[in-house]
């Protein structure tokens, strides 16, 4: 769940710029990626769009590099413990969180 994610740079898609920063922020290349939903944000400060991409990782298979400088910590967690815990612990989470995992339809 949002594993990585960057601003548009002028004359960039949303998926090199996806491609982009996985690679920057986790270290993973070479991803299936599958075009997820396209929402529209305005949260009252800000107004933009996040386009959602999906990929699958065999966690034994992958290395994670995080760019510390962008990424505070990363675990993984299988999608039913991680609606339990959102749902018991949502000030664990980014605000956003519940409003993804309805978006991509895992909640």
Do not use: C
């Not at 740079?9 to 075009?35: A, C, P, S």
């Not at 529209?40 to 290395?63: E, I, N, P, S």
């Not at 990424?71 to 959102?86: F, M």
């Amino acid at each position: 769940m949002a594993a990585a994610s960057g601003t548009v740079d002028e004359g960039e898609t949303y998926t090199q710029n996806i491609v982009k920063e996985i690679e920057e922020e986790i270290g993973l290349t070479n991803l299936q990626l599958t075009l997820g939903p396209k929402e529209f944000v305005d949260d009252g400060k800000h107004r933009f769009f996040v386009q959602w991409f999906l990929a699958g990782v065999d966690k034994d298979k992958v290395t994670i590099k995080i760019q510390e400088e962008e990424v505070e910590a990363y675990t993984w967690i299988d999608t039913v413990q991680l609606i339990k815990d959102v749902a018991d612990k949502p000030d664990k989470y980014v605000p956003s969180m519940q409003n993804a995992l309805e978006i991509l339809h895992v909640s």
